[in-house]
């Protein structure tokens, strides 16, 4: 083999493995599925013209062997144990207790991650090289299935990088994605046959193929959650695995989430099943697991599962509609909004005619038509989402919907945020935007202006009584013309104008909140009230000034910022001055009602900067505001120390030349973790 053959091959592997991993593990895909076919394709020809360079970890070697005769039952070196469920909240809370209590601390650090609705798997590597893919079976024994294990998406042949442990057992869920599913089904119809019936079946059946190339046919994928037998490991935690295993090319289980104690734990979860529109794959639950492989051990387990996890599940119920219209709605940021309007179907006993498609990119992962035919779906309190299009159901009478590019309402142009999924009108006078401004401004969450209701809303601004904000405290002077509105009689009319007198005596917070500042709610509000006091004050902060205050943060920082530097804000701060509302009350500086006087590092002032391992910046700062102490984004002489990640720059370097103390988040919380956290 010529040097340009050999060149060529090694590249190849190379570029289809590192491929692989930016697509199954990253979920950032940089070529088309065209282009990787016709690389495998150029490698396998390569490959059968040189025989001698075939190696068992090339790519090639995914798309399946020879059959097999039949399947060899193996023993498991550690159980595949069950996981116990739960389905009330208030069996979470004695979960945690038991578990609190058992390993005689007042806290436990606990993970959160969906629990895939798939198919158990064990994976087995040696020296790197997959060796054996077994099933769970009876948690005792299982099927050798290494034959279709090869064929998995995300299940490298060999591990990447280096320095992995000697043996390695890593346990997950093989799935199908509902994208994958709906292909599947409308391949079986164009064919004449018999569609598949769920994807966990059809997941399970495939993994049971004698012959991997009809195996792989399935599109089975695969997320490492776990760890089993393994020889030459020294992970300290979860979250320490699942970055180890990412790092070796496997993907594991999506958005998963530490927590310094249960209480964090509940208000994760709570955000994580709020974003279960967005998964592609199916999800019956949340697991808590204790984070610490110490405290693992030391809890133990029953004879058929561990006690220092749990799975809080939910009864999934699903419904079968059709998709009679989308439409699109502006809210109160200029946030476009695609919503399905559906042939009315019942589910749990409740009737569903909308749902929400959140954004052009979740209509595109869906490939949602209208007219189609689709699955609903309604978990616990979650609000229905559509989960999948039935591709096999189309009839060519399907229109496709086309996201449009100036606003429905004002026929402004649209733009999308930076780096984000949202598309805005950016005309801040839309109509549709201040209906839905106003709305949000009198409800209880902001303002509460007692007698200002949704129906007056709508009918104020298209009668173009209000036409911005200040236009509210402007009505006073326009009776005649609100006596002429629809059901607005003198009485009502007293009503609603005393409300909108009284909301001027509003505490600052609620204005903040009514304000409609990007990222800025009622708990941001209230930070601001009470680090500040008055709106003076807060407009005149720098946005490093702003970043420095507990809770926060960069992000929320420059948009306060750019709120009351912009024309816009400046303008409409004066009005709702000029006209009687208050501006807040100054606060004494050395006192804050979000300041923490106790705690390991009461009085302490914290940076943290670089990628983070274990936490999310979010996190580690929440954590830090826990134990008394103040995350700043500013390095300055009154830092206290700095926690450095991966890839820390220009901050470290300045705690560097300032000789503030540096440390990483192991040692930090080696030195500051406590056991009421």
């Not at 699955?375 to 039935?390: D, L, T």
């Not at 009602?593 to 990628?611: H, R």
């Amino acid at each position: 083999m010529t040097p340009t053959v050999a060149a060529e091959i090694d590249n190849l592997r190379n570029e289809l493995n590192r491929h692989n991993y930016l697509y199954y593990v990253e979920a950032k895909p940089e070529i088309s599925d065209l282009e990787f076919d016709r690389m495998l394709k150029r490698l396998h020809e390569l490959e059968v013209q040189h025989p001698e360079y075939d190696t068992p970890d090339s790519p090639t070697h995914k798309v399946g062997g020879e059959p097999i005769d039949e399947f060899v039952t193996v023993e498991h070196r550690l159980p595949m144990m069950s996981i116990d469920n739960i389905y009330k909240d208030e069996e979470l809370t004695e979960f945690d207790r038991k578990l609190c209590k058992l390993l005689e601390t007042e806290a436990i650090e606990y993970t959160v991650e969906y629990k895939i609705d798939g198919v158990a798997l064990s994976l087995i590597y040696e020296n790197g090289m997959l060796v054996q893919g077994v099933t769970r079976g009876d948690g005792r024994r299982g099927d050798d299935i290494t034959h279709n294990t090869r064929t998995i998406g995300g299940v490298p042949l060999a591990l990447r990088g280096k320095g992995f442990p000697p043996v390695l057992e890593i346990r997950g869920e093989a799935y199908i994605s509902n994208t994958d599913f709906a292909h599947l089904r409308a391949e079986q119809a164009a064919r004449g046959e018999q569609e598949f019936a769920n994807s966990r079946n059809t997941t399970a059946g495939a993994l049971k193929l004698l012959d991997p190339r009809l195996s792989a046919a399935r599109r089975v994928r695969f997320f490492a959650h776990g760890a089993g037998y393994s020889e030459g490991t020294n992970y300290t935690t979860h979250m320490d695995f699942l970055a180890a295993v990412r790092e070796f090319g496997i993907p594991t289980t999506p958005e998963v989430r530490w927590a310094p104690d249960m209480k964090t734990a509940r208000e994760i979860a709570q955000e994580m099943m709020d974003q279960l529109h967005a998964l592609d794959f199916e999800v019956d639950g949340l697991v808590f697991k204790a984070n610490r492989f110490e405290q693992r051990e030391q809890a133990g387990a029953t004879s058929k599962s561990p006690r220092w996890l749990i799975a809080f599940k939910w009864e999934k119920y699903e419904g079968v509609t059709k998709v009679e219209a989308i439409h699109v709605q502006v809210g109160k940021t200029g946030t476009l909004t695609p919503v399905a309007h559906l042939q009315p179907v019942s589910i749990a006993g409740t009737t569903v005619s909308r749902a929400s498609l959140h954004n052009r990119d979740e209509m595109e992962r869906l490939g949602i038509k209208i007219g189609d035919t689709v699955v609903v779906e309604k978990a616990g309190k979650i609000i229905p989402h559509v989960v999948r299009v039935e591709e096999h159901l189309r009839d060519g009478s399907e229109k496709e919907f086309v996201f449009p590019e100036s606003c429905p309402e004002c026929q402004s142009p649209v733009a999308q945020d930076p780096d984000g999924v949202y598309i805005r009108c950016t005309n801040l006078n839309c109509p549709a935007r201040l209906r839905e401004w106003i709305r949000f401004y009198a409800s209880r969450l902001a303002m509460d202006i007692e007698g200002l209701g949704i129906k007056l809303v709508e009918q104020l601004v298209d009668a173009g009584l209000i036409r911005s904000l200040p236009d509210i405290y402007r009505l006073a002077d326009r009776r005649e013309e609100l006596l002429a509105l629809e059901r607005m009689g003198e009485k009502s009319l007293e009503n609603l104008l005393a409300g909108i007198e009284a909301s001027k005596s509003r505490p600052l917070w609620q204005l903040l909140t009514g304000l409609n500042i990007r990222h800025v709610g009622r708990r941001m509000s209230q930070v601001l009230t009470d680090r500040f006091g008055t709106m003076e004050k807060i407009s005149h902060q720098s946005a490093e000034d702003l970043a420095a205050v507990d809770e926060v943060g960069p992000i929320i920082a420059n948009s306060i910022f750019e709120f009351f530097h912009s024309p816009f804000g400046t303008q409409l701060v004066d009005d709702l001055k000029s006209l009687g509302l208050s501006m807040g009350k100054p606060v004494e500086e050395t006192v804050t009602a979000t300041t923490s006087t106790s705690g390991p590092l009461a009085g302490k002032t914290v940076v943290v900067t670089g990628k983070m391992v274990r936490f999310k910046r979010e996190e580690i700062e929440t954590l830090i505001h826990q134990l008394g102490g103040r995350p700043a984004s500013i390095v300055s002489k009154q830092t206290d120390f700095v926690i450095a990640g991966e890839k820390a720059g220009s901050k470290l370097e300045k705690a560097q030349s300032l000789g503030i103390p540096v440390m990483t988040e192991d040692n930090f919380l080696r030195d500051y973790q406590t056991p009421r956290l």
